[in-house]
């Protein structure tokens, strides 16, 4: 069964920090702040529910490479070092069409720790 959530195009800019990902027509932006935060590494997510771990201080981070996987993900090199999460096709895929509410839920969680973007 083909997987449907496969992009159909992957492009780093790294100027702007971005990530471009097309499925079809549709296309969406996803920062590298944004993929670094929402990682699905151990580091960021914690080893089970209610472990995850408030990502800060990652506004100017950058993406330095990506690597394919197999044919069922990417692995993301982010220039903090970060390098550990596999964003599967369907994660990448949720990200990009529930950026809006995973974003404004980031900025809740920051707030409510009493941190300031910069």
């Avoid at 702040?33 to 201080?57: F, I």
């Avoid at 197999?70 to 220039?79: E, Q």
């Amino acid at each position: 069964m083909a997987n449907t959530n496969y992009p159909s195009e992957i492009v780093l800019h790294k100027h702007s920090k971005q990530l471009e990902l097309a499925y079809g027509g549709d296309r969406y932006m996803l920062s590298a702040e944004y993929l670094r935060v929402y990682s699905p590494s151990a580091e960021v997510r914690g080893h089970g529910h209610g472990q995850e771990v408030l990502q800060t201080n990652k506004e100017q981070v950058a993406i330095t490479q990506i690597e394919p996987i197999g044919n069922y993900a990417i692995k993301i090199y982010f220039d903090d070092g970060h390098d550990s999460g596999l964003f599967s096709w369907d994660y990448l895929y949720e990200l990009a069409t529930q950026q809006d509410q995973h974003w404004q839920d980031y900025l809740n969680r920051l707030e409510a720790a009493g941190y300031q973007r910069h």
